[in-house]
T-cell receptor, first 113, second 114 residues
Framework: GQQLNQSPQSMFIQEGEDVSMNCTSS?????WLWYKQDPGEGPVLLIALYKAGELTSNGRLTAQFGITRKDSFLNISASIPSDVGIYFC?????????????FGGGTRLMVKP | ETGVTQSPTHLIKTRGQQVTLRCSSQ?????VSWYQQALGQGPQFIFQ???????GRGNFPPRFSGLQFPNYSSELNVNALELDDSALYLC?????????????FGSGTRLTVV
């Protein structure tokens, strides 16, 4: 089952508003990733975080790797209609080898023009 | 540069049957991972293949098996299909077995078991 608790499960916002979503876990991760998935497509990587405390931006997106290594957040500023989709956090647990990623349950974002 | 391609895109099978899903990795990528994504949930790691061998597995029973070929493409086989196997199956390729953050995902195969 899921080891990452992602919240909120869904958000319905007005275009131009800022958005924040987060993931928490009881386990320690050494990598945090944020993906966006559109209908009928696979997840696409938005931001990758590799060090505790790291804060990284990608355009209007900003994400941080929590200092405890058990949490991460993603912020989207000035949302636009094309931001609609499902956002997933994912991480690589400290004790997992290889490319095994653990995913959160997703945040469904809906933007009203 | 071609991305990850999966086939077929959709498939309907009967409970108890066997199914094979296929994946071609992105150019330059030698590692392939498979994920199962049930409706409304995040993907769950099934296993990873590198150098034609399984080198990491999630919590899935042995009836989920795979292959990797010399050209790095891969197959996912599921025997004795159950209704709960209905899901989107995602393939991801990466440049090495330790660079999961560089995974490129395919669009998936939607499997429905009836």
């Amino acid at each position: 089952g899921q080891q990452l608790n992602q919240s909120p499960q869904s958000m319905f916002i007005q275009e131009g508003e800022d958005v924040s979503m987060n993931c928490t876990s009881s386990s320690i991760f050494n990598t945090w990733l944020w993906y966006k998935q559109d209908p009928g497509e696979g997840p696409v990587l938005l931001i990758a975080l590799y060090k505790a405390g790291e804060l990284t931006s990608n355009g209007r997106l900003t994400a941080q790797f929590g200092i405890t290594r058990k949490d991460s957040f993603l912020n989207i500023s000035a949302s636009i209609p094309s931001d609609v989709g499902i956002y997933f956090c994912a991480g690589r647990l400290v004790n997992n080898a290889g490319n095994m990623l653990t995913f959160g349950g997703g945040t469904r974002l809906m933007v009203k023009p | 540069e071609t991305g990850v391609t999966q086939s077929p895109t959709h498939l309907i099978k009967t409970r108890g049957q066997q199914v094979t899903l296929r994946c071609s990795s992105q150019s330059g990528h030698n590692t392939v991972s498979w994920y199962q994504q049930a409706l409304g949930q995040g993907p769950q790691f099934i296993f990873q293949y590198y150098r034609e061998e399984e080198n990491g597995r999630g919590n899935f029973p042995p009836r989920f098996s795979g292959l990797q070929f010399p050209n790095y493409s891969s197959e996912l086989n599921v025997n004795a299909l159950e209704l709960d196997d209905s899901a989107l199956y995602l393939c991801a390729s990466s440049p090495s077995p330790e660079t999961g953050s560089l995974n490129t995902f395919g669009s998936g195969t939607r499997l429905t078991v009836v």
